[in-house]
């Protein structure tokens, strides 16, 4: 494949394995995401999907393969250098700062990333563009009036949100997103799908997500993870007609 | 930052309390002020560790013990300048707190708890073996560290000069503190308490924040024991045993994990009532054992956040 023939990609993974004993959870899997689409993950329960986001975010180390991020090697990176680069993952069981405000905890997502922590003098709150920031993510959220709440006063949906907003909160050049829709009602659901496709404006997003009809919805393209194993990457509708993916996952009510 | 009212007379009494104890003819007690005072540094340093850090540390009394060490030692060999002895206080338990964190930090939870507390007792058994400086007897000084400036000599063999330069370590301590919490460095460490992970994640380098922490814990620690070995004239591996490490816990927890009193707090409650109840009775660890329950059943936060909640009823 000539270079001139894809548009560049901005995550490029090569022969990524993991293995757990003598499970191969992730088993020699390849993957590009172009910069500025929304490729989703999908596969069923147990296909690898999580550990995966865990090894490009840097929680998992890699047993073999490489990990290019916006042109450099970032396989051996530790998590946070790579969210200093601009890979930044959500979390698929709500992880938030339990202690500070909602305001605070998106303000910590935008500090994070801007600038070094380690000022132990000036009071944070002199500082008007993180809070700025962060308001503007509660806004978009759906969370402009919570901001002085406590996380625990948050609905499970509104703290859902939060969890993607403080991902989105740094502007990322891409987000992992782990299942954000999990464990949500319908009209919940319809605002976090809003609230994803509102994120390519942008961040390129990597989306792992179970919900079927919404990964059709939102994904430029869409990659098949079974067995820890990539069984096909396209466009969605050629994989939701893809045999092997039919066979393996989807079933026949999705084809169409 | 304005000083509040409570600031302001913690400072009025700290500074008028050997003069009060003058007139009243209890000198004797400014000796129980300066180690109430001394213990408040190195409770503090544990509450920055163990409160703010939430890193349950359980050998911080190495820290304190080998700064007393270090200071005793040079005292025992001739030098008295009393900047040597910080500078290399510090360094030492600076450095002891960058190896023992480095390799503590690696593990979470009950690993951590158990790490700290093995590499405390390796230093406490150290102090015992080594014979040229009194072994299990410990250790006596006669000189104590001197402080000269522009003619003036400070000798802390001094009570008061001892107890003005505790008191004003403290102060440092206590307006580094305030000034740490709400800072960058404050809430990037409030956030990784909450959830390493999650913080990690979000781009805060979490181990090397947790290190920094630690060592500059382990640093004021080993001042409070040079403080220390200045007040007693007189060091023994004890002060580097884990149920000092206890004590310390202990006044964190009562006094108010994570709030800039704390330390203090829990520092002079335990050892008043050490001191009053230890005139009456032998078993008074008995009676300060239901005080801590009946504090951390009923006060969250422990005494400082019992009085801020008093406080904030009253003002309302």
């Known amino acids: ?256 | 930052m304005k000083p509040n009212v409570v600031t302001l007379c913690a400072a009025a009494v700290a500074i008028a309390l050997p003069f009060v104890l003058r007139a009243l003819g209890l000198d004797f007690y400014l000796s129980l002020a300066s180690r109430i005072v001394i213990y408040a540094i190195a409770a503090t340093s544990l509450n920055l560790v163990l409160g703010y850090g939430g890193m349950v540390s359980f050998g911080h009394a190495a820290f304190v013990g080998l700064g007393a060490y270090v200071t005793a030692i040079m005292l025992s060999e001739g030098v008295t300048s009393g900047v040597l002895h910080l500078a290399a206080t510090v360094a030492v338990t600076a450095l002891a707190a960058l190896v023992i964190g480095a390799i503590s930090l690696r593990t979470r939870g009950v690993y951590f708890i158990m790490i700290t507390l093995a590499f405390a007792q390796m230093l406490y058994y150290l102090a015992n073996s080594v014979k040229g400086y009194g072994g299990d007897e410990g250790l006596t000084v006669r000189a104590r560290s001197l402080f000269s400036f522009a003619g003036y000599v400070l000798d802390l063999k001094k009570p008061l000069a001892i107890y003005f330069v505790a008191v004003g370590v403290l102060a440092l301590a206590l307006v580094a503190l305030a000034r740490f919490a709400p800072s960058r460095f404050g809430r990037a460490v409030l956030a990784l308490r909450d959830d390493d992970v999650r913080a990690e994640a979000l781009g805060f380098a979490t181990y090397r924040y947790k290190l920094v922490v630690f060592v500059v814990a382990g640093a004021l620690g080993g001042v409070a024991g040079a403080l220390s070995a200045n007040l007693q004239g007189y060091v023994s591996p004890n002060l580097l045993h884990w149920t000092q490490s206890g004590t310390l816990m202990v006044m964190v927890i009562l006094g108010g994990v994570a709030t800039v009193w704390g330390g203090v707090l829990g520092a002079a409650v335990l050892l008043l009532l050490q001191e009053v109840l230890g005139a009456y009775t032998e078993h008074h660890e008995f009676w300060t054992g239901w005080v801590l329950l009946a504090v951390v059943l009923f006060a969250r936060q422990g005494l400082a956040g019992l009085l801020a909640r008093m406080r904030a009823t009253r003002l309302s």
């Open chain 1, 1 to 256: 494949m000539s270079a001139s023939a894809t548009p560049a990609a901005l995550l490029e993974v090569r022969g990524l394995v993991k293995r757990f004993g003598g499970i191969v959870a992730t088993d020699h899997v390849d993957l590009d995401v172009r910069a500025g689409e929304i490729h989703a993950l999908i596969g069923p329960n147990g296909a690898g999907k999580t550990t995966l986001v865990a090894q490009l975010a840097g929680q998992v180390a890699s047993d073999r393969g490489t990990i290019v991020f916006a042109g450099a090697d970032v396989t051996t990176l530790a998590t946070h250098e790579r969210a200093r680069r601009g890979l930044v993952r959500s979390f698929q069981i709500t992880r938030l700062f339990r202690s500070a405000s909602v305001l605070d905890n998106v303000a910590l997502a935008v500090q994070a990333v801007s600038g070094t922590s380690l000022r132990a003098w000036r009071p944070v709150t002199r500082e008007a563009a993180l809070f700025e920031r962060a308001r503007q993510v509660l806004v978009a959220i759906g969370l402009g009036s919570k901001g002085d709440c406590a996380i625990d006063q948050l609905s499970h949906g509104e703290r859902r949100a939060l969890e993607v907003g403080m991902t989105l909160a740094s502007r990322p050049r891409l987000i992992l997103l782990d299942e954000p829709m999990a464990g949500m009602g319908p009209g919940e659901s319809t605002r976090m799908e809003a609230l994803v496709a509102a994120s390519r404006a942008t961040s390129t997003v990597l989306l792992i997500e179970h919900d079927v009809d919404a990964v059709f919805r939102l994904a430029d393209r869409v990659s098949v993870l079974v067995g820890g194993r990539v069984i096909a990457t396209g466009a969605p509708a050629a994989v939701r007609n893809d045999p092997a993916v039919i066979a393996a996952y989807l079933g026949e009510e999705h084809a169409r």
